[in-house]
């Protein structure tokens, strides 16, 4: 899911600087335009016309900002910290990852987070509900014991429902014994 | 558009539950002396019983509608099915329908080595309605067994057919019958990443198909109340709204859907007592799992275990006393027993690898479970007591037996691995002895399989 908010921001930016390079053509074109014929006219319509659609992505960049910023950062910051089979504890790695959660949490101090505990297939769906539950809880543990408060944090487990990756070897197991942070939405 | 479509296939499903329920299907049972010809069903090495069912007769004016094929090939499907009896070939018979309306010439039918004969009459009778008798003959007592005859309307000629397999079934082989039963399962559908999941239920069979919810949320684990026209199962359904993953209820009659208490975790794994009164379920919270019970009238819960560990699958015995689960408090997931009120926990499995999702029998002979080992799942069963387990199907994740009336029968499903990355997900029908495993066929991919008690007249 955030793989694809990333490539919408990606592609939100990209399309401001077309928007942009557009722009600087069509002052090009403009200002060529007084010795010359209808073949540029059309050229600057349609010029015209990829400008608006700049325009409105940039207006839905806008939009998207509060949250999307916000969710694109704890991407960077990671977001995610990854388990051993059956086990829910937090390695050195998930602890350095979640210490970075934890500084985002700190400043930005309005923000509500939910933590989705993940398992790979080889487990049944009811046991793996309450192990995604276990992952997404010793996260949860593991913010408020550096200090934020657990009335920001929810939890849900998806157990095997939703993995990140479709696969059925080490590799795909791997990345989808995890738990994930979110921004929530108001 | 799509709303429409699920407004007609709900008012679809409401209008045969109704019918089902309201017109009238009057067992009118006779039954003559015990009779020594009756099968060991639940001896090891089953010899299929070879039985004649011919074609009934019919009155002229009902022949078009084939009933006098479709009733007599439906019973012979689903007792073939049962890997119990084998039909004999109806070319062989040399009696026909209209012959075998008096006694049979049960010389003519030891010939082709029948051990019994199913013969039926159907006639019409007023306001659209057929009644439908048919007899059960011991070939070599040169007797008649029994007689059943029921009336009802034209369109409930499978039930009326699934009925009379179940009082066949009962007579031959001294176990209820599982026919008459509907499978209420999750019906899958895209990408494994965001897969759609919605309940489905239809008659054992496969026949009358219908989709219960709209897959807009996951739902998991269906499972029939023993007593009414009610389904509880897990959703995420409110996860939108801020409700947590949760336990529903879902009445059959009405499409009414509700949520079963609000508790400070998620509530999962629900499965009722088998007086419909209680219902058992898991509360995951802060990182352990453990067992409740909700009296389903005031709604109350009590908790049963405690501690840090994952307990859930839980399931009665079939008389309401002792309740098996699944734990992980001694590190790997084993079976466990405690009573009713959550005294007294004995672990049952022992084995090497991981158990899962215990069932217990309605004959309370069996508990069936899931297995985990070297890579693979296996469906298997044991004693109460954890003796005499045994695997009885495999595969790359088998998942989530459940047992049909009668405790012969189970359900479950397989998903497999596909060449192009996908997963087949499917049902199969298996028997304890783990012979004749048999697909179920479902539209789309299906997983969490729960048979339903008898249908409710």
Redesign the interface.
């Known amino acids: 899911m955030l793989k694809y908010f990333k490539i919408l921001i990606i592609t939100i930016i990209l399309s401001y600087f077309i928007g942009c390079s557009n722009k600087d053509k069509n002052s090009l074109l403009l200002d060529a335009e007084g010795g010359n014929t209808q073949e540029n006219t059309t050229l600057t319509e349609e010029i015209e016309i990829i400008d608006n659609t700049a325009k409105s992505i940039k207006m839905d960049e806008v939009e998207l900002t509060v949250e999307e910023k916000l969710s694109s950062e704890l991407i960077e910051v990671g977001d995610r910290v990854f388990f051993e089979y059956d086990e829910?504890t937090i390695s050195d790695e998930s602890a350095d990852i979640l210490q970075k959660q934890y500084q985002f949490l700190i400043r930005n101090p309005a923000i509500y987070i939910t933590i989705t505990g993940h398992c790979d297939?080889?487990?049944?769906?009811?046991?793996n509900?309450?192990?995604g539950?276990?992952r997404a809880?010793?996260v949860k543990?593991y913010l408020i014991s550096l200090g934020i408060s657990s009335n920001r944090i929810a939890?849900?487990?998806y157990g095997k429902?939703?993995?990140?990756?479709?696969?059925?070897d080490e590799n795909a197991w791997t990345q989808n014994r995890t738990a994930v942070t979110f921004i929530n939405g108001n | 558009m799509d709303k429409i479509k699920r407004h007609f296939l709900k008012c679809t499903f409401l209008i045969y539950i109704f019918f089902s329920s309201i017109f009238l299907l009057q067992p009118n049972i006779v039954l003559s002396q015990d009779e020594p010809l009756q099968i060991d069903i639940m001896g090891g090495n089953i010899q299929a019983m070879p039985i004649a069912i011919s074609y009934f007769s019919i009155e002229n004016d009902l022949k078009k509608l084939k009933l006098q094929n479709n009733i007599p090939n439906l019973i012979a499907n689903n007792l073939v099915n049962s890997g119990l009896f084998k039909l004999l070939n109806r070319d062989a018979y040399m009696q026909n329908p209209e012959q075998l309306n008096s006694s049979p010439k049960f010389r003519d039918w030891r010939i082709i080595d029948a051990q019994a004969l199913i013969t039926g009459k159907i006639s019409k009778k007023s306001g659209n309605k057929i009644n439908v008798s048919v007899e059960l003959w011991d070939i070599y007592g040169e007797k008649r067994m029994f007689g059943i005859s029921l009336s009802s309307k034209i369109k409930s000629w499978r039930r009326i057919s699934h009925i009379i397999s179940d009082k066949i079934y009962e007579r031959l082989t001294g176990e209820e019958g599982y026919f008459d039963t509907r499978i209420v399962y999750v019906s899958e559908s895209g990408?494994?990443?965001?897969?759609i999941?919605r309940l489905a239920i239809m008659d054992q069979d496969g026949a009358n198909h219908q989709y219960l919810t709209d897959g807009n949320s996951?739902v998991?684990?269906p499972r029939f109340s023993p007593t009414q026209q009610q389904i509880t199962f897990?959703s995420?359904r409110g996860?939108n709204r801020g409700i947590?993953?949760s336990v529903y209820l879902y009445n059959l009659l009405t499409g009414k859907i509700e949520i079963l208490g609000e508790f400070p975790?998620?509530s999962?794994?629900p499965r009722f007592s088998p007086d419909g009164l209680d219902l058992i379920m898991?509360l995951?919270?802060?990182?352990?799992?453990n067992i409740h019970v909700m009296n389903l009238k005031n709604r109350k819960t009590k908790q049963l275990t405690k501690g840090m560990a994952?307990d859930?699958?839980p399931s009665f015995s079939p008389d309401g006393k002792k309740i098996v689960f699944?734990s992980?408090r001694s590190g790997g997931?084993h079976l466990y027993i405690m009573d009713k009120n959550g005294k007294n926990p004995i672990r049952i499995s022992f084995g090497r690898g991981?158990y899962?999702?215990p069932v217990w029998s309605p004959r309370g002979d069996y508990i069936a479970f899931?297995k985990?080992t070297r890579g693979r799942f296996f469906i298997g069963l044991m004693h109460p007591d954890g003796s005499a387990e045994r695997l009885i199907a495999e595969g790359?994740?088998t998942?989530?037996p459940t047992w049909a009336p009668g405790g012969r029968v189970l359900s479950f499903f397989r998903?497999t691995?596909q060449k192009d990355?996908?997963?087949k997900t499917r049902l199969f029908i298996i028997d304890i002895t783990g012979n004749r495993e048999k697909e179920l066929i479902t539209p789309e991919d299906a997983s969490?399989p729960a048979w339903s008690p008898k249908n409710i007249n």
Do not use: C
């Not at chain 2, 990408?191 to 897969?195: G, S, T, V, Y």
């Open positions: 829910s297939e080889r487990g049944t769906r009811e046991y509900i309450a192990l539950e276990r809880s010793a543990n939890v849900i487990s429902e939703k993995p990140t990756v479709e696969g059925h | 990408a494994q990443k965001d897969r999941k996951l998991l684990t897990f995420y996860v947590k993953p975790g998620m999962f794994s898991s995951a919270q802060n990182g352990s799992t994952i859930t699958s699944n992980d997931q991981s899962a999702t899931t985990f790359y994740l998942e989530g998903q691995p990355g996908s997963m969490d």
